[in-house]
């Protein structure tokens, strides 16, 4: 079974740094790509980026683009989203998520097949 544990939120004030981890396993690296969703309060899930599992490209949405990066281990277990110049309009609860298939903008836009448990990020001004 695919399993994704997201961890690393918390409390930062604007302009601060967070890392979050995924840890991902029971599926084939190669196959898939990995994504970070977020959902703020009262809006719906949006994916904001991803990397695939066969050749680490990225893609990225505009709104987090020069601000975040993903990235992942060399023995492809372990998925960080390295959060920078974060906003308060970041704050949202961050979801990690694999599907199968590669990294785009139409995966993001369409939603992943599995997902972790989330973890909060909240971002005060």
């Known amino acids: 079974d695919v399993q994704l544990q997201a961890s690393g939120g918390g409390l930062v004030q604007a302009g601060g740094s967070l890392r979050l981890s995924c840890a991902a396993s029971g599926f084939t690296w190669d196959d898939y790509a990995i994504g970070w969703f977020r959902q703020a309060p009262g809006k719906e899930r949006e994916g904001i980026l991803c990397i695939d599992g066969s050749d680490s490209s990225t893609y990225y949405v505009e709104s987090v683009k020069g601000r975040f990066t993903i990235s992942s281990d060399k023995a492809k277990t372990t998925v960080y989203l390295q959060m920078n110049s974060l906003e308060p309009e970041d704050t949202a609860v961050y979801y990690c998520?694999?599907?199968?298939?590669?990294?785009?903008?139409?995966?993001?836009?369409?939603?992943?097949?599995?997902y972790g448990q989330g973890t909060q990020v909240t971002v005060s001004s």
């Open positions: 998520a694999a599907d199968l298939g590669w990294c785009d903008d139409e995966g993001l836009k369409d939603g992943y097949d599995h």
